[in-house]
């Protein structure tokens, strides 16, 4: 495991040498997951401090985890080798934070709160004072969550390869895992407003390429001179984990439907299969501009999938929706020899119909922006609660 106290004071080779036996010895393809909830008040719907209580009720459960506000609780799926499997736990999590919270708080998952504009307190922790103390308006501003998914890749230089191309997949993920339209009460006019509240944490969006991995560790090494203190604090859309070994994908909302979480799984497991299969092929991977592939991060997070992106190489412009079915159709053989295929065929849907965003402003139109955040909760558990609204009607966004 490389931490902050194995950086702290390490040469930038020391921390390479680490850094590579952890990428080397870890096994290819196992996957993981952690979404991020909002504790709400079941009356006001507003968030509530109350991740003390929803650790203490789970008994120690490592599954369940603080985040930066005491209105914010983390479920984790450990690692696996079947989406079907992350699927299952964080199902698993959402039920038990539920049935714990009973009467005190309700789940909610979704990229941002659709209404609130206080996060109330920070978690009594001391990462996340010196996280507030630093960055006072993202203590203020980021009530948001995100689903971060974790791959391994196996091999340093084959992980290294893997990253620098997946940078230019990110606006496909983050497109049709846009589910955060609202922010202070108001439609933000775009399909996810997370990104945006990020801004307010240093080292986010996509991150740079790396020629190798020794300029990837006298990064880290650097970094601790600006308050970097380990790599967590490289809060990119993507990033090579040094404690886990794996590449994590950061860049989704976390989908209200846990289902609509496996198929952004299946297709960050399914993309990285086929990346490292054409770097043992002796392909050359692409590894395009940061500032291309953050005209298309900003593209997808205004418009998710009903928008356009643009050739990362000669600029033409192409329908979202459009190009995330053609990566699912190329990345078919992969999810099946991943065995993912089904979970891989819910982007497709997502891709059609228009995924998260879509759905909440069917919802909010139907029946105002509150009552969305009570419609949230229940979609999240599963749990019902009043009259509620049944899961709105989508129109597929392309033939």
Do not use: K
Not at 58 to 84: K, T, W
Not at 195 to 208: A, F, K, N, S, Y
Not at 225 to 241: C, N, S, Y
Not at 273 to 287: I, K, N, V, W
């Amino acid at each position: 495991m490389l931490d902050s106290a194995m950086i702290e004071g390490a040469t930038a080779d020391a921390v390479e040498a680490r850094l590579r036996s952890t990428l080397d010895s870890i096994a290819s393809f196992t996957i993981g997951a952690e979404e991020e909830y909002i504790l709400v008040d079941p009356t006001t719907l507003l968030p509530i401090p109350r991740s003390g209580e929803a650790l203490w009720s789970c008994h120690g459960d490592r599954r369940v985890a603080a985040e930066l506000l005491q209105c914010q609780i983390e479920g984790i799926a450990p690692i696996s080798v079947a989406v079907a499997d992350v699927v299952r736990e964080l199902r698993s999590v959402r039920r038990l934070l539920d049935s714990r919270l009973a009467g005190v708080a309700r789940l909610v998952a979704v990229g941002a709160h659709p209404t609130a504009t206080d996060p109330g307190p920070i978690t009594e922790a001391p990462r996340y004072a010196q996280i507030a103390l630093s960055h006072p308006l993202a203590a203020r501003r980021m009530l948001v969550g995100g689903l971060h998914v974790h791959v391994a890749v196996g091999g340093a230089d084959r992980a290294l390869a893997v990253f620098n191309a997946l940078r230019s997949y990110l606006p496909f993920i983050a497109a049709v895992a846009a589910n955060a339209p609202f922010h202070e009460g108001e439609d933000s006019g775009m399909a996810s407003v997370r990104p945006t509240l990020l801004r307010h944490l240093p080292r986010t969006g996509t991150p740079p390429a790396f020629r190798s991995l020794s300029e990837y560790a006298e990064f880290l090494v650097w970094s601790r001179g600006v308050g970097a203190q380990d790599a967590t604090h490289h809060w990119w859309d993507l990033r090579i984990h040094p404690s886990t070994g794996t590449i994590e994908v950061r860049v989704a909302d976390v989908p209200t439907h846990v289902e609509d979480t496996g198929a952004i799984v299946a297709l960050t497991q399914s993309l990285i299969f086929r990346l490292a299969e054409r770097y043992d092929s002796g392909e050359m991977l692409e590894c395009h501009a940061t500032e291309r592939i953050e005209e298309n991060a900003r593209l997808a997070a205004r418009d998710g999938v009903g928008g356009l992106l643009a050739n990362l190489d000669d600029g033409s412009s192409v329908a979202t929706a459009d190009a995330v079915l053609s990566l699912v159709e190329a990345l078919t053989p992969s999810a099946l020899a991943l065995g993912c295929l089904d979970e891989l065929s819910g982007i497709e849907r997502l891709a059609r119909e228009g995924g998260g965003a879509t759905r909440q402003r069917l919802v909010a139109e139907s029946g105002g922006i509150d009552e969305l955040v009570r419609w949230l909760a229940e979609q999240t558990t599963g749990r019902r609660s009043g009259a509620g609204f049944a899961e709105p009607e989508l129109v597929a966004q392309t033939g």
